[in-house]
């Protein structure tokens, strides 16, 4: 090795210099793989445990629904509501007076949310909707009936309607000048949600989108196997 100018030291030829990623950008990518890092763990959590809680609704979730009691009501065509109807679909029911401007106003209320399932025409097809009023007249609730296919206009005996509304806890008597609530009753003739009377239409729907997809996941359950057909003859005698 050769001696420098001077029989000094060598000389260390420069080394090449890395460039350096701007701190914004390394801030970035730092954020970045955190981010997927906690998205691939909440996904992963919810996969894990994705039927073993309800959904999270913006009306008031009923934890522990139970079936209702039996009680039998009847719109103007004869159309029954009790335990038969309400366990074979998904039931959005309110008390008010037919003949009053509250009773408009919630079936329009109604029928909104059944077009917002227009997305999902399997739900709504299974969503009916049913006014109980204790002054249904029959020709005016024909006429409101004919607004939608899914609307019922129901009446019955008052004993009947009362154990309608302590069933659902709607209170003694219809309201004169607010919006009543609005009472989900599921395919298993439970009440499961209900409503405020200022709930907006959409979320509404999407409340029923969420509750009835979530029935779905929890009560799909695989069909059992079909036992083989015995290939034994018959013994004789």
Do not use: C
Request: charged fraction near 20%.
């Amino acid at each position: 090795m050769s001696a420098g100018p001077g029989g000094g030291t060598p000389a260390t030829p420069p080394q090449p210099t890395r460039p350096k990623r701007p701190l914004a950008l390394r801030l970035f990518m730092a954020l970045a793989a955190i981010g997927l890092f906690l998205i691939g763990y909440q996904w992963g959590n919810q996969y894990g445990r994705r039927g073993d809680t309800q959904p999270t609704l913006t009306g008031v979730l009923v934890r522990a629904p139970e079936p209702l009691p039996a009680f039998t009501l009847h719109g103007a065509d004869g159309w029954p509501l009790g335990p038969e109807s309400l366990a074979d679909a998904w039931t959005l029911l309110a008390f008010a007076r037919l003949d009053g401007p509250v009773g408009h106003r919630v079936i329009g209320r109604m029928i909104e949310v059944h077009n917002r399932l227009a997305g999902d025409r399997d739900l709504q097809a299974d969503l009916q909707l049913a006014l109980i009023s204790a002054d249904a007249i029959p020709r005016l609730a024909r006429d409101f009936e004919r607004l939608s296919p899914a609307l019922h206009v129901v009446t019955g005996e008052r004993d009947q309607i009362a154990i309608a509304r302590a069933a659902l806890g709607a209170g003694p008597g219809d309201p004169v000048d607010t919006p009543p609530p609005l009472f989900l009753v599921d395919p298993g003739g439970r009440l499961i949600a209900l409503f405020t009377g200022t709930q907006p239409a959409a979320d509404i729907a999407t409340d029923i989108e969420a509750l009835a997809a979530w029935r779905a996941l929890n009560n799909a359950q695989p069909e059992p196997p079909v036992a083989p057909a015995s290939t034994a003859e018959p013994a004789h005698d």
